[in-house]
């Protein structure tokens, strides 16, 4: 085949569409898996597993509003945040399915922190507070303690009167199931009407979500 002129500007312009793709997909990796740290945010329960209610105020949906509002305060300050349920459904049929889907996506998100967002319900009204759970093998104890203390000083102090409680360990799959450093944020009592009123206040559920935050700014440094 003879060479001509319009070959070989066929040829430049196929090389310039191919430079330009190979470009924008390194432009995309750049923009998936920059310096950014990564928080992963469950929210407890979903779909045919409401968790705990009182009335119609179910646990999932509870817990769902609060992680929208948690990703909002962790994006505002440069964080990406992963949801594991960005729903009312669940992750999958099953309650074994639907937890080793949410272990997949913490591991896939290579996440530098994990907080599992679920409310309490108790026999007696009078039990209140926001509480933090780590894993029974301590490996997460300083974090979810560092974390409860934050909460002590400028929520459960204000709100519940109380700032002495302690985080508590517990055997739970989501702090077991991967190495990051992970929480669950019993985020208050809704058998408690005044947890229950508090928790169905927007204002709260922003101040509370930017307490928990800033926690995490306390312990992942935004950026690389
Ligand atoms: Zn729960």
Known sequence: MLITKKHIYTFLVILCIILINVFSVVLVLTADFGDKKVI??????????GGVSVGKIVEADVALGLAYELRDALVKLDYKVVLTRDSKLAL??????????????????NADMMISLHVNKYAQESVRGVRVFYDDTNKHKES???MQTLINSRINKTYVGRADFKA??????????????????????????K?????????????????????VVSMVNVGA
Do not use: W
């Open 40 to 49: 992963v945010i469950d929210a407890g329960h979903g779909g045919i597993d």
């Open 195 to 215: 947890d229950r009123a508090l928790l169905l206040s927007a204002p709260y559920r922003f101040e509370l979500c930017g307490v928990i935050a800033d926690g």
């Open 92 to 109: 999958a049929d099953g309650k074994s399915a639907d937890m080793q889907a949410r272990k997949n996506v913490i591991d896939s998100a």
């Open 144 to 146: 979810a303690s560092r």
């Open 168 to 193: 508590s360990g517990g055997d739970f799959f989501v702090t077991k199931c991967s190495d990051v450093t992970s929480m669950i944020i019993e985020c208050g009592f809704i058998s408690s009407p």
